[in-house]
C-alpha cells in the first residue's frame, strides 16, 4: 500500500536538496572570483550535500506510489541520487574529476529517465503529472544550461543565469507533486 502522506512529507528534503544542486553552479562562478580552484571544491561540496539530501528524500519518496511508473520513476530517481553522490566525491578530486564528470551524466540520466516514469504515474492526480513535467522541462533546460556552459568566460556565467531557471522550475515541480500527493 503507498503511502503518500510520507512521500508528500519527503519531498521537503527533496526541495532543498535541488535547490542546493542548482544554486552550486552560480555560488561556484560567484566564489570563482575570489577565490580560484578552491571555488570549484566548495561548489561540489555544496551539490553533495543537495546531493545527499536528494537521497535522503528519494528514499521515503518512493513508498508514495504502487502504479508500476511511479515505482519505476522513483527507483531511477534513487538510483540517480546514488550515483550523483559518487560523481560529487569523484569530482572534487582533481585527477579524477573526470570520472565524476562521466557519472554525472549517467545520474543526470537516470534522473530524465525517472522524471518521464513519473509524467505517466497513475499514484496522483494532473497536479502531481504537471509537476513532473516541470522537473523533466527543468532537465532539458539543465542540458541546455551545460553546454552553454561549456563557452569560455560567458558560458559560465550563462549556465548559472540557467541553473536559476531550473532551480524555479524544479521547486514548481516538487512543490506541485508534493501538493498532489497530499491531496490523494
Known amino acids: 500500500m503507498a503511502d503518500k502522506k510520507a512521500a508528500a512529507a519527503a519531498v521537503q528534503m527533496i526541495i532543498i536538496g535541488v535547490i542546493l544542486q542548482s544554486c552550486s553552479p552560480i555560488i561556484g562562478v560567484l566564489l570563482g572570483l575570489f577565490m580560484g ?19 535522503l528524500g528519494i528514499k521515503d519518496f518512493r513508498v508514495g506510489f504502487d502504479d508500476e511508473n511511479g515505482v519505476k520513476g522513483s527507483q531511477n530517481l534513487f538510483i540517480a541520487a546514488i550515483i550523483g553522490i559518487v560523481a560529487a566525491i569523484l569530482g572534487i578530486i582533481p585527477v579524477i574529476s573526470i570520472l565524476g564528470a562521466i557519472a554525472g551524466l549517467v545520474a543526470f540520466i537516470f534522473m530524465i529517465l525517472g522524471y518521464l516514469k513519473l509524467k505517466t504515474s497513475t499514484g496522483y492526480g494532473d497536479d502531481g503529472r504537471e509537476g513532473a513535467n516541470l522537473l523533466f522541462i527543468g532537465a532539458i533546460v539543465s542540458i541546455i544550461g551545460a553546454i552553454i556552459g561549456f563557452i569560455p568566460i560567458a558560458g559560465t556565467i550563462i549556465a548559472a543565469i540557467i541553473s536559476l531557471v531550473c532551480l524555479v522550475l524544479y521547486f514548481m515541480g516538487w512543490t506541485k507533486i508534493k501538493n498532489a500527493l497530499q491531496a490523494a
Open 37 to 55: 580552484f578552491g571555488a570549484i571544491v566548495v561548489a561540489m561540496l555544496i551539490s553533495l550535500a543537495g546531493f545527499i539530501l536528494f537521497f
